[in-house]
């Protein structure tokens, strides 16, 4: 069973729960959370990997390169040139 991460939409409305996220096992069958249990505020979905990246800055090419990533450009072509 996945666990999903939910927040809330508006966090300073929520309540102590969805204000910071929660987890939330639920069978991929249910249809996802809208509002908490707690206070029935409106709750979004987050596509959870370690660190949320929709609260981080994007990387720049540069620190990408330094933290050894390959980075790939995609070309107008459709081909993809390794910077
Ligand atoms: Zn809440």
């Given at each position: 069973m996945p666990t999903y991460f939910y927040i809330a939409v508006k966090p300073e409305e929520g309540c102590i729960r969805c204000r910071k996220g929660f987890e939330l096992r639920r069978p991929m069958t249910r249809p996802p959370?809208?509002?908490?249990?707690?206070?029935?505020k409106p709750v979004e979905k987050i596509i959870q990997?370690?660190?949320?990246?929709?609260f981080t800055k994007p990387l720049s090419v540069s620190d990408a390169r330094s933290a050894g990533f390959t980075i790939l450009e995609k070309r107008s072509d459709g081909s993809y040139e390794k910077l």
């Open positions: 959370l809208t509002e908490c249990p707690l206070c029935k990997p370690v660190n949320t990246p929709r």
